[in-house]
């Protein structure tokens, strides 16, 4: 009985070390290791993508006023033209024959001028010394008048028909290249209900520019001289740069998306680009150079009492934006101002030094560090809305 009693005793005392070490905490305590960045100057930039067509800056397209057989060509594909060259003529044979006709109206419109200037003159005469009727008067002075508006009509087709007879050689409006040729020698061309397309001259394929497509969420940011960047798929190990020489007011919409017309310049010394090529096109709609600048979460970086060690504090200020630093044991608030942000730095215009290291996240590691994770919904950040999901430093959430 004696020894069951010491073995009893034993046992209980042995029970109790357990609990005690349990309560305790007998596994390793977690520790927390924060992550800090340095204050230094760095170029912060914004920028949208989107996706356009390489047109020439300047071209025209050339048709005829009017109709006919083409006779001639004078130029092909990628011809150099210069203005007021012919590059093409039609069949005059038509054209030739209605100004002779208008030719002949306007003669006789002219003799029965003449003859009725010369009745209409001596009516006058006899009607001055009472010897005709006023009607008589009146009569001759009525086809006077009809021959002289019928002589002037005719002079008008004349006219018309020389011009039309002009038209049949055509001759290029401006100094370029020949992009496009749509018809060919022998061909008919109509220009009943509208002008025909014969050619299309791009005035300097040196000065080229893009039409991009920008959406309308992006629009906003994007206004004149903005540097731009694009490529082609034509060269796709080559960068050219432009910038944006006009923002347009039309909106287009296709399929329910917005989207506006933005004109960017793209010079073309070395005649790479080639007209109908696809941009894909950056935007830098923010650049700042050399600027302060901080990782945008350490303005959302907040310390918190649960997780301090033992003899570290908190010296909070009052201030909207505020940096945190780890200065001994001592968490110590910044009032900073802020400027311009990309959405991963935001530049810092006063409020700390450069060089300064800023807290911007922190871990946990060793122990439980897991069921820490759960239990303290990451303590030196903003507690999100959802307290059902884990958090680990920077408000990532790990996997379980």
């Known amino acids: 009985m004696k020894n069951k009693k010491v073995w009893m005793a034993i046992a209980a005392v042995a029970l ?49 006023q009017v109709s006919g057989i083409v006779s001639k060509l004078y130029v092909d ?11 093409a003529e039609l069949d005059r044979t038509n054209l030739t024959s209605e100004l002779n006709r208008a030719k002949a109206e306007l003669t006789s419109a002219q003799s029965t001028l003449s003859y009725e200037t010369a009745n209409f003159q001596r009516y006058q005469k006899l009607f001055d010394k009472g010897l005709v009727s006023a009607n008589d008067y009146e009569s001759a002075k009525l086809s006077y008048e009809k021959a002289r508006q019928t002589t002037a009509s005719a002079r008008e087709s004349v006219q018309k028909a020389q011009t039309n007879l002009g038209y049949a050689t055509i001759t290029s409006p401006i100094d370029g290249v020949v992009l496009s040729k749509s018809v060919e020698e022998g061909q008919t061309v109509a220009a009943s209900f509208n002008t025909p397309e014969l050619f299309t001259i791009a005035q300097d394929l040196t000065d080229m520019r893009v039409i991009a497509d920008i959406d309308e969420a992006d629009i906003g940011g994007v206004k004149e001289g903005q540097r731009v ?15 944006v020489t006009q923002v347009r007011q039309q909106a287009t919409t296709t399929s329910n998306v917005v989207t506006y017309e933005v004109v960017i310049s793209a010079p073309n010394k070395d005649l790479k680009l080639k007209p109908g090529l696809t941009a894909n096109v950056t935007i830098f709609t923010l650049e700042k150079s050399n600027v302060l600048a901080a990782p945008a979460k350490a303005l959302r970086f907040v ?28 968490f110590k608030a910044h009032a900073v101002e802020i400027g311009t942000t990309n959405g991963m730095l935001t530049e810092i215009v006063s409020g700390i030094s450069e060089g300064a290291e800023v807290l911007v996240d922190f871990k946990l590691s060793g122990g439980e560090t897991e069921e820490a994770g759960q239990q303290a919904q990451n303590p030196f950040m903003p507690r999100p809305r959802n307290n059902n999901r884990q958090q680990s430093g920077g408000g990532q959430q790990p996997k379980r």
């Open 16 to 64: 109790i070390v357990i609990v005690v070490w349990l309560l305790s905490g007998g596994k390793k305590e977690a520790q927390v290791e924060f992550e800090t960045a340095k204050l230094e100057r760095q170029d912060i930039k914004t920028s949208i993508t989107a996706t356009g067509t390489i047109e020439p800056v300047t071209s025209v397209t050339v048709g005829t």
């Open 77 to 87: 594909y990628n011809s150099v033209v210069k203005k007021g060259q012919v590059i």
């Open 229 to 243: 960047s694009f490529t082609v798929d034509a060269f796709p190990d080559d960068k050219f740069d432009g910038q």
């Open 303 to 330: 310390p918190n009492e649960a997780l301090l060690s033992k003899g570290q504090q908190i010296e909070d200020v009052e201030a909207p934006t505020k940096v945190w630093t780890l200065e001994g044991n001592t």
